[in-house]
Nanobody, 117 residues
Framework: VRLVESGGGLVQPGGSLRLSCATSGFTFSNYVMSWYRQAPGKERDLVATTYSTDGFTNYADSVKGRFTISRDNAKNTVYLQMTSLKPEDTAVYFC???????????WGQGTQVTVSS
């Protein structure tokens, strides 16, 4: 099983980034996919979640209207489009997958996002 995030980097406040999480080794369409983030000295927090077949998504209040999660089941990939980035969005962003009908779960290794002028 692999979850490989990419797309992180340094961006100025107000800028945009698109994170990708390419997965393999499991049936992607059977998994609820999420993005979490963890800032230095803080807990890992849920950012956004996407379900597979009904298109349902939800977001942390802090990113609503600025971030968009999406998935491509044909490519086994989940995305996080981030706009209007703020310094407080600086964190390591992790991709997470949870089996819809059981306890299996997987984490990616994380990708650093730094918002700074």
């Amino acid at each position: 099983v692999r979850l490989v995030e990419s797309g992180g980097g340094l961006v100025q406040p107000g800028g945009s980034l698109r994170l990708s999480c390419a997965t393999s080794g499991f049936t992607f369409s059977n998994y609820v996919m999420s993005w979490y983030r963890q800032a230095p000295g803080k807990e890992r927090d849920l950012v956004a979640t996407t379900y597979s077949t009904d298109g349902f998504t939800n977001y942390a209040d802090s990113v609503k209207g600025r971030f968009t999660i999406s998935r491509d089941n044909a490519k086994n990939t989940v995305y996080l489009q981030m706009t209007s980035l703020k310094p407080e969005d600086t964190a390591v962003y992790f991709c997470y997958g949870r089996y819809r009908w059981g306890r299996l779960e997987f984490w990616g290794q994380g990708t650093q996002v730094t918002v700074s002028s």
